[in-house]
Structure formats: structure tokens, C-alpha cells
T-cell receptor, first 112, second 113 residues
């Protein structure tokens, strides 16, 4: 089992560019999440999904979009990148909302 | 406002020594509390999960305690190893539905030889 796989690991974007962060899990988890981690801060929830076709906003959704067409994939889209989106992004999945999460290894994004 | 506060922010100990990390929370109503270990450049890895009725949970040399009355948890590491150098994150969820899961900022532990 690969667990949760995120790509790319690193990316530098120019202001105004767009990109998609990829996330895939092979554990058949219904729940998937996107978090961002800023230096010295706790992880903040961007978006989450409780199953294919169902997504909802988390604490900091502005500037991001998600889709969940299948159980396995949960991509995060950044439109019009801004310096404030410089962060480390983690995708996670879980069996349900109250189980421990399995995290990917993260995508370090820098917007310049 | 729901909050999770961890102390200390950072800690340096010698290999083989024990240490205890603290987590205080105001999340209510409480559902569960989790401790994660995050190595540099990696995603967090689950260590323990405790619900309201559990007051201690062990995972090898890691032992977590929970006092739901005082809303405090601790993570005790026994006989520390160099590989224990990491950030330890306390995470608390409420049970109102949705995903009100609050992450603490973490304690950065350095274990020196």
C-alpha cells in the first residue's frame, strides 16, 4: 500500500499562475482533506470530502478549489496564485471523520 | 473560541532521558484527542487517539494521558532516542458534526547524543 501520495513535492509559482496539487490514496478511505501548514502554526483545513462527489469548505478555502470525482483522487486547484499561498500543503485521508488521519508527505509551494 | 495550546514550544533533551509534552484545549464538546509525530519534511504520523472515556493510551515508548475534566493531555516519551527528534502535534476534534478539528502548533523536540 502506498498510502497517500502527493505530487509534486516542490513547486515555485509566479503570482497569478495556476496549478493543481495532486493527491491519491489507495486505502479506499471515504474521507479526504487538504491542509496547509505555515511556519510555527497548526495545520489549517482548506477543503474536505466525505465521499466521491461531495466536497465542503474548511477553515481557509479562499483562493482554492477541489473536486472529488472518484474515491481515490482529491486534487486541489490554486487559481491566481498569491504570495499568501506560500505554504506546505498536506493531503490526508481517513476511514471516517473520527479516525486517525493518514497524511501524505506534503507539497512545498512558494509563490514569488 | 476553540483552541489547542501546546507547551513547551521546543525542548532539548539528552538521548536516553524521558520527557513530557503538554497540550491544553478548549474544544467543546469534546470528541477525541490525537497525538501525531511529524519528522522534518514529512507528513504527520498518528501516535495515539483517545476518546472521552479513555485516560491513557500507549504506543511503544509513547504514552498519552487525557484529563477531560481539566481539558489537558500529555505525551510522555520514555528512554528517548535520536529518532524521536521531531515535532509532536496535539489535535482535538469536537462532536458537533462537520470537521471542527483543531491542530496545535506542535512542540519541537530535539534529542541530542
Amino acid at each position: 500500500n502506498a498510502g497517500v501520495t502527493q505530487t509534486p513535492k516542490f513547486r515555485i509559482l509566479k503570482i497569478g499562475q495556476s496549478m493543481t496539487l495532486q493527491c491519491a490514496q489507495d486505502m479506499n478511505h471515504n474521507y479526504m482533506y487538504w491542509y496547509r501548514q505555515d511556519p510555527g502554526m497548526g495545520l489549517k483545513l482548506i477543503y474536505y470530502s466525505v465521499g466521491a462527489g461531495i466536497t465542503d469548505k474548511g477553515e481557509v478555502p479562499n483562493g482554492y478549489n477541489v473536486s472529488r470525482s472518484t474515491t481515490e483522487y482529491f486534487p486541489l486547484r490554486l487559481e491566481l496564485a498569491a504570495p499568501s499561498q506560500t505554504s506546505v500543503y498536506f493531503c490526508a485521508s481517513s476511514l471516517s471523520g473520527h479516525y486517525g488521519y493518514t497524511f501524505g508527505s506534503g507539497t512545498r509551494l512558494t509563490v514569488v | 473560541k476553540n483552541q489547542v495550546e501546546q507547551s513547551p514550544q521546543s525542548l532539548i533533551i539528552l538521548e536516553g532521558k524521558n520527557c513530557t509534552l503538554q497540550c491544553n484545549y478548549t474544544v467543546s464538546p469534546f470528541s477525541n484527542l490525537r497525538w501525531y509525530k511529524q519528522d522534518t519534511g514529512r507528513g504527520p504520523v498518528s501516535l495515539t487517539i483517545m476518546t472521552f472515556s479513555e485516560n491513557t493510551k500507549s504506543n511503544g515508548r509513547y504514552t498519552a494521558t487525557l484529563d477531560a475534566d481539566t481539558k489537558q493531555s500529555s505525551l510522555h516519551i520514555t528512554a528517548s532516542q535520536l529518532s524521536d527528534s521531531a515535532s509532536y502535534i496535539c489535535v482535538v476534534s469536537d462532536n458537533t458534526g462537520g470537521f471542527k478539528t483543531i491542530f496545535g502548533a506542535g512542540t519541537r523536540l530535539f534529542v541530542k547524543a
